[in-house]
């Protein structure tokens, strides 16, 4: 489980890669949480869109879905680098206001279940509803929808 995630904009993989050693950094447009699986959230929002259901995921379903890519190959140093996918990056910037609701009261309860006290304190809703701005502008800009966490 990751202690710092940041989902960030960047023009492309290259420009997201150079974020590696230090983050994203204070001048890009961001959403900040903590103590999450990034690359499992983003795989939880694409079955969401996918196979729309009020129902939390299983382990199992989660396990056979498509995962997010690795912008950088991963070390031992803890930091990943995740492109979230374009079909995913274009749902969460069309979603509206009782998707994001739905998807996390969804993911809240998965996370409750797998987590329960240990879960994030992060806001979920919070959260989908500032990478969902986000979405909208790399939609807009041609731009890629990134998460860096360590």
């Known amino acids: 489980m990751a202690h710092d995630i940041v989902f960030f904009l960047a023009a492309d993989d290259k420009t997201a890669a150079a974020t590696y050693r230090g983050g994203p950094g204070r001048g890009r447009e961001s959403v900040s ?16 869109f996918e196979e729309r259901s009020a129902e939390a ?9 498509a995962w997010p890519e690795w912008v950088t190959q991963p070390m031992n140093d803890g930091v990943e680098i995740f492109a979230v996918p374009a079909r995913v990056t274009r749902a969460l910037a069309a979603a509206g206001p009782a998707e994001l609701e739905e998807l996390a009261d969804r993911w809240t309860a998965r996370l409750r279940a ?3 006290d240990e879960m994030t304190d992060d806001d979920l809703l919070v959260v989908l509803r500032g990478v969902a701005r986000l979405a909208v502008a790399a939609v807009s800009t041609g731009g890629g929808l990134y998460s860096w966490s360590y």
């Open 114 to 116: 797998a987590d329960g």
């Open 57 to 65: 995921p299983t382990d199992e379903q989660l396990m056979r879905w």
């Open 33 to 48: 949480c903590r103590f999450l699986e990034p690359d499992t959230a983003i795989a939880e929002w694409d079955m969401y």
